[in-house]
Nanobody
Framework: QLQLVESGGGLAQPGESLNLTCGASDSTFDHYAIGWFRRAPGKQREVVSCISSSGALNFYSESVKGRFTISRDNAKNTVTLQMNSLKPEAPDVYYC??????????????????WGQGTQVTVSS
């Protein structure tokens, strides 16, 4: 299993942007699909976006489609989630996770077996 570390969370105002990064030191990083998930207090975890091991395939939830962009740099063992036009919502903890494959068109969480500790994102004026 991979050891994943998220970074880049923080406080942003509505309409602003934040970039989240998921990194790993393992040389097998490029073998894994990576997903970004989030959980707000009192709510279930939901998938935000995910990307295949090569970067050729990706998925976005309807709530972020058109505003967020996922990308990966396998040479640097990183996956970046660029979040634009952030909306005021309850504080979310964003987690990245690694799995052997995307698991289909919706990247179900059960496919991903290695999880980071999370980074909090708060969008508020």
């Amino acid at each position: 299993q991979l050891q994943l570390v998220e970074s880049g969370g923080g406080l942003a105002q509505p309409g602003e942007s934040l970039n989240l990064t998921c990194g790993a030191s393992d040389s097998t990083f490029d073998h894994y699909a990576i997903g970004w998930f989030r959980r707000a207090p009192g709510k279930q975890r939901e998938v935000v976006s995910c990307i295949s091991s090569s970067g050729a395939l990706n998925f976005y939830s309807e709530s972020v489609k058109g505003r967020f962009t996922i990308s990966r740099d396998n040479a640097k063992n990183t996956v970046t989630l660029q979040m634009n036009s952030l909306k005021p919502e309850a504080p979310d903890v964003y987690y990245c996770a690694a799995g052997p494959k995307l698991g289909g068109a919706t990247c179900p969480a059960h496919v991903f077996h290695s999880w980071g500790q999370g980074t909090q994102v708060t969008v508020s004026s």
